[in-house]
Structures are given as C-alpha cells and as structure tokens.
C-alpha cells in the first residue's frame, strides 16, 4: 500500500502529464459535477493527492474492450454496376 501524500506536481510527474491537467481533472467536478471525481485533500493551503486513491480512480476509467471489437471482419468488396452502351 503506498499511502504517501503528493502534491500536484508530483502527481503529474508520475502521471507524465502538466500540473495543469491535474488541476482540470480536479475543478471538472465543479463545472459539471460527476459521480466519481478525482479525489484529493485540502491540507491547510495545501491540496495532496493519496496514489492508492487517484491509483483506484484511474482504473475506475480503464476502457475495456468489447468481444465483437476483437472478432475479424472481412472487407466487404462492392461490386461496380456494369454500364450497357447502347
């Protein structure tokens, strides 16, 4: 368990993303509420993030594959119309 608290900066190292994009996951939730925001603490001035907590959230987002999507399709070929001349 890594319960270590970090701050926005770090989170975004470890995320290999800007601090401002951790601030936009943040304050989504106030400009459109969701059910599930990204959590984080108020320490003081200070805003921290647990790893296990945003860990968690993260893969709350894994996209899954559908079974169909990894079914193989064939082209389908369409056939010209042949043109009579007259």
């Not at 608290?5 to 969701?34: F, G, H």
Request: with cysteine; glycine share 2%; hydrophobic share 35%.
């Amino acid at each position: 368990m890594n319960d270590e608290l970090v701050s926005i900066r770090r989170l975004a190292q470890v995320l290999d993303c800007s601090p401002k994009t951790v601030r936009d996951w943040m304050y989504k939730n106030r400009r459109a509420p969701t059910s599930d925001p990204l959590p984080y603490y108020r320490v003081g001035g200070l805003v921290r993030f647990r790893l296990n907590d945003v860990t968690a959230w993260i893969d709350r987002r894994r996209v899954r594959i559908s079974p169909l999507s990894m079914v193989a399709t064939t082209p389908r070929i369409r056939e010209k119309p042949v043109r009579s001349h007259p």
